[in-house]
């Protein structure tokens, strides 16, 4: 819950707008990653590769600029080859605010699809939005990573990116469930 009045009217006004309701959670564990490549520190792709090695039942990622690294796309396909459901929701080159990072990750979409992987591209016009900024991702619905860590070669070998990691079965399913049904539709 937000601590400051302003927020949470702002949170209230939200809440009304969308009519959706917001969870209150308490002994929530959070653990802040950052990366920064250029002083040789990669913690946020090795959490997420953490996480995928380790998924069990299902991976949802959402994220702008999904271009998978060679490591990172190999994950992927060994995670769907264990039977892991995994989904990626990422910008169509139409909504994307940078079209070419479109064609760069469509590169990898047939191996990966031919993997088992599901692969949506965000069409905006559907929630009457624009690019889908988010980047998130969820592990068998316990583990959720949010931040502004990007799924490219860029966050990975130049951009300094903090997340967070969210180790609570209760937020990462709502989280699950949310990107599922609003955005996905399931």
């Known amino acids: 819950r937000w601590r400051r009045p302003a927020t949470r009217r702002f949170e209230a006004?939200?809440?009304?707008?969308?009519?959706?309701q917001s969870p209150?959670?308490?002994?929530?564990?959070?653990?802040?990653?950052?990366?920064?490549?250029?002083?040789g520190e990669r913690w946020i792709d090795a959490a997420y590769r953490d996480q995928i090695e380790h998924a069990e039942t299902s991976i949802v990622i959402a994220n702008a600029y999904f271009v998978p690294t060679d490591t990172f796309r190999r994950a992927l396909i060994d995670a769907a080859?264990?039977?892991v459901e995994v989904t990626v929701i990422t910008n169509s080159k139409e909504t994307n605010d940078i079209p070419l990072i479109s064609d760069a990750g469509r590169i990898s979409y047939a191996e990966l699809i031919r993997a088992g992987v599901h692969i949506y591209e965000w069409h905006a016009e559907r929630h009457?939005?624009?690019?889908?900024?988010?980047?998130?991702?969820?592990?068998?619905?316990?583990?959720?990573?949010?931040?502004?860590?990007?799924?490219d070669p860029r966050s990975l070998g130049l951009n300094p990116e903090d997340v967070v990691v969210i180790d609570d079965?209760?937020?990462?399913?709502?989280?699950?469930?949310?990107?599922?049904?609003?955005?996905?539709?399931?």
Do not use: C, W
């Open 169 to 186: 079965a209760r937020i990462a399913a709502a989280l699950h469930r949310r990107v599922m049904e609003t955005d996905l539709g399931f």
């Open 81 to 83: 080859g264990r039977g």
């Open 13 to 20: 006004a939200q809440l009304e707008r969308r009519q959706v």
């Open 24 to 39: 209150s959670y308490d002994d929530v564990s959070v653990q802040f990653v950052r990366s920064r490549p250029r002083l």
């Open 128 to 151: 009457r939005e624009g690019t889908i900024h988010a980047k998130l991702a969820v592990f068998d619905s316990e583990v959720a990573i949010i931040g502004s860590y990007n799924l």
